[in-house]
């Protein structure tokens, strides 16, 4: 018996049918993928790691309260090291390989500027955690910051440096790069807008180990306070030669130096005299949200959480809430994204402008006397 | 005044450890021929052996210490074994992506075993210090520098006092002639990484008070031990030895006097100009082709 060609056509058309039937069926059972550039090794890990566990414990609660809308989600993790050209090629990996719908960038505004153009070209919502202003200032609209801007971050130190040190002749010392140049110039203004003279600036590269050299300076223009604009490693080394080189003024470091990550390498005497301007006061007092994560990431990850980390966390609860109100499309979830007001986070509140800045609060805390544990001294909220 | 003896001080110490670590390059290149791309990591492995054993294990300083260096030297053995000898028939070419190879995996490997966070090494006089006037000296900046004499001093009588010495500088001369005498070559070019595993332990314990222990340190170091050789002349002791001071001290009074944001491109500027106008360095022979 012959097959007739109606018989064929129709086989045809139901197999494809089928196949097409099937195909939707399993989109709608795959996971939601998420890409995430992180520095997993090298000299910046010290943060990605912490970021990376924050994503990786977001992705578990997310999947555990119901995914998006019955969805589970899966975030795809790529190394960016310590260099802007690997994290472009980390980032168009996922691009082209995963095809995410949604994006995590690093916490290193030289990262997030060489990446921004890749993010235009590929047009999908980014949240990524460099402070420098520049990287919003770049008007790539499908970038969103979940931390306080370098200016918010030097504002608020220089707030700190007025208002509860009472300097009247600050010094500067910042690590050479677009966070540090671009956090010492806002310092600057800001101390000139109140008028009062910044006695010296200086600098230091990212891989210098001795600053004996810039405190030693600063001290001799007869500075009466110091802000320190600093990574991890590099900022509790400079906290803790100031000390060996018996340095008496305040220190006023940015949030880096205050992580769990660079508090572990000093001593209590490294921190006598040492205020910092940290994103979020993350002590277990806090008490509700904030007690909880704090409790779960330690006893999942075994190390303190820091700021970085709970920002990236924050981001991924945000990212969950955009979705389930208005699903995956880039565009209409980058408008959600960009309409979200008063949006409370464990650590901030967000609220996003035009330019994908979101947070404008950060709190100042100093070491308690003989210990290393921090205290509030005053949250700060700016415009 | 006090604050530029403050700065002499930690300008030597820091000096001192290029110097360390630019001795363990030119005993390993005079001996062996082999520029190692590894060196910076060579330190960092002296650092973390004192991590091992002083924070992991809570040795007590001598055995601590004592035990790090055997590490080094069981290290300077196995990195003899397996990458020089292998390679050492290869070309220059090769040698140097061998090394540059075997240098990111000891760095990953550290990465593994350590993990990304960094490690405060500490001190035999923790952070006691010396006060003179208005200067005040850290006591661990003077111990380094006082160490490295030490060891200079050492260096010196071990070739030109011992018969093992002797010969590893015959190898250093003339291998082939080395070879006819009856000198056991390969012993002595084993010893010559040993003595390099073994400097560039010292290095690292001396270091890791001074910077932290991290796994990413290596690098700059070997940058700075490579400027200290191109300085002092490739292939002399005493040129690494003045090469290393030069550089820390370049650093730290380039910083302070000249600019801070600058105090790199003097380190490395002048040994540009040494490679354009004097490329044997200060202490260094005139260069000649070598195998």
């Known amino acids: 018996m012959g097959i007739t060609r109606k018989s064929f056509i129709g086989s045809i058309i139901g197999v494809a049918a089928l196949s097409f039937t099937g195909s939707v069926h399993a989109q709608q059972n795959a996971p939601i993928l998420i890409g995430a550039t992180v520095p997993m090794t090298g000299p910046l890990s010290l943060t990605g790691k912490q970021y990376q566990n924050s994503l990786a414990m977001a992705e578990e609660d997310i999947n555990k309260a119901g995914g998006i809308n019955s969805r589970q989600i899966k975030i795809v993790f790529e190394d960016t090291q310590a260099s802007n050209s690997t994290a472009v090629n980390a980032f168009v990996k996922l691009a082209q390989e995963t095809k995410p719908a949604f994006f995590f960038l690093s916490s290193y505004s030289t990262q997030n500027l060489a990446v921004a153009p890749e993010l235009a070209k590929v047009q999908v919502p980014a949240m990524y955690a460099g402070g420098a202003d520049a990287v919003a200032e770049g008007g790539n609209e499908w970038m969103f910051r979940v931390r306080p801007a370098d200016s918010v971050a030097a504002e608020?130190?220089?707030?700190?440096?007025?208002?509860?040190?009472?300097a009247k002749k600050p010094g500067i010392l910042?690590?050479?790069?677009?966070?540090?140049?671009?956090?010492?110039?806002t310092a600057a203004k800001r101390f000139e807008a109140a008028g009062i003279a910044v006695v010296g600036m200086e600098a230091y590269g990212q891989n210098d180990k001795d600053f004996s050299a810039q405190l030693l300076n600063l001290r001799g223009k007869g500075a009466d306070t110091i802000l320190i604009f600093n990574y991890p490693q590099d900022g509790a080394l400079v906290l803790r030669q100031a000390k060996l080189l018996g340095l008496k003024m305040p220190l006023v470091t940015s949030s880096a130096a205050l992580v769990p990550a660079a508090t572990q390498l000093l001593s209590p005497a490294d921190l006598e005299g040492v205020w910092g301007v940290v994103d979020a006061y993350m002590d277990v007092s806090v008490g509700g949200r904030m007690?909880?994560?704090v409790e779960r990431f330690k006893s999942k990850f075994g190390i303190d959480p820091d700021p970085y980390g709970l920002a990236y966390y924050d981001g991924a609860m945000l990212m969950a809430d955009g979705m389930r109100k208005v699903g995956t499309d880039p565009k209409t979830l980058r408008d959600w994204l960009e309409a979200v007001k008063g949006w409370q986070g464990i650590g901030h509140v967000y609220s996003y402008d035009k330019k994908g800045n979101g947070v404008r609060d950060l709190t100042v805390v100093k070491a308690k006397a003989g210990t290393k544990t921090l205290e509030l001294v005053q949250p700060v909220t700016l415009n | 005044m006090a604050d530029f003896v403050q700065l002499l001080v930690n300008g030597l110490a820091i000096g001192s450890v290029y110097a360390l670590a630019a001795i363990g390059f030119v005993i390993v290149y005079s001996a062996t021929g082999v520029v190692n791309f590894a060196a910076g990591q060579f330190v960092m492995y002296g650092t973390f052996a004192g991590v091992a054993t002083l924070i992991n294990l809570q040795l007590p300083w001598p055995l601590a210490y004592g035990t790090a260096l055997i590490i080094m030297a069981m290290f300077g053995v196995l990195f003899f074994v397996s990458v020089y000898l292998?390679?050492?028939?290869?070309?220059?070419?090769?040698?140097?992506?061998?090394?540059?190879?075997?240098?990111?995996?000891?760095?990953?490997?550290?990465?593994?075993?350590?993990?990304?966070?960094?490690f405060r090494l500490p001190s035999p006089v923790e952070d006691s210090s010396i006060a003179l006037g208005g200067t005040i000296i850290?006591?661990?900046?003077?111990?380094?520098?006082?160490?490295?004499?030490?060891?200079?001093?050492?260096?010196?009588?071990?070739?030109?006092?011992?018969?093992?010495g002797v010969g590893m500088r015959a190898v250093a001369q003339d291998l082939q002639a080395a070879k006819l005498m009856g000198l056991k070559v390969n012993r002595l070019l084993a010893l010559s990484w040993v003595?390099?595993?073994?400097?560039?332990?010292?290095?690292?314990?001396?270091?890791?008070?001074?910077?932290?222990?991290?796994?990413?340190?290596?690098?700059?170091?070997?940058?700075?031990?490579?400027?200290?050789?191109?300085?002092?002349?490739?292939?002399?002791?005493?040129?690494?030895?003045?090469?290393g001071l030069f550089v820390g001290l370049s650093e730290v009074l380039?910083?302070?006097?000249?600019?801070?944001?600058?105090?790199?491109?003097?380190?490395?500027?002048?040994?540009?100009?040494?490679?354009?106008?004097?490329?044997?360095g200060v202490f260094g022979e005139k260069i000649q082709d070598r195998g």
């Not at chain 2, 004499?149 to 011992?162: C, E, S, Y």
């Not at chain 2, 400097?199 to 270091?207: I, N, R």
């Not at chain 2, 000249?258 to 040994?271: C, E, N, Q, R, T």
């Open chain 2, 195 to 243: 003595l390099a595993a073994v400097l560039a332990g010292v290095a690292g314990l001396m270091l890791g008070p001074m910077w932290f222990a991290d796994v990413n340190m290596g690098d700059p170091i070997a940058l700075k031990a490579f400027a200290a050789t191109i300085i002092g002349g490739f292939g002399s002791l005493p040129g690494a030895i003045v090469g």
């Open chain 1, 291 to 293: 007690k909880d994560y």
């Open chain 1, 174 to 185: 910042y690590i050479q790069n677009d966070f540090g140049q671009g956090g010492a110039q």
């Open chain 2, 254 to 280: 380039g910083a302070s006097y000249v600019s801070s944001a600058y105090k790199d491109l003097i380190s490395f500027g002048i040994m540009i100009a040494f490679l354009l106008v004097r490329p044997q």
């Open chain 2, 138 to 164: 850290s006591t661990h900046a003077l111990g380094v520098v006082g160490v490295t004499a030490i060891m200079v001093g050492g260096l010196w009588l071990l070739f030109n006092r011992t018969s093992v």
């Open chain 1, 156 to 166: 608020g130190m220089v707030k700190a440096t007025l208002d509860v040190i009472k």
């Open chain 2, 86 to 118: 292998p390679m050492r028939r290869g070309s220059i070419v090769t040698i140097i992506i061998g090394t540059v190879a075997i240098s990111i995996t000891i760095q990953n490997a550290a990465l593994l075993s350590f993990g990304s966070w960094p």
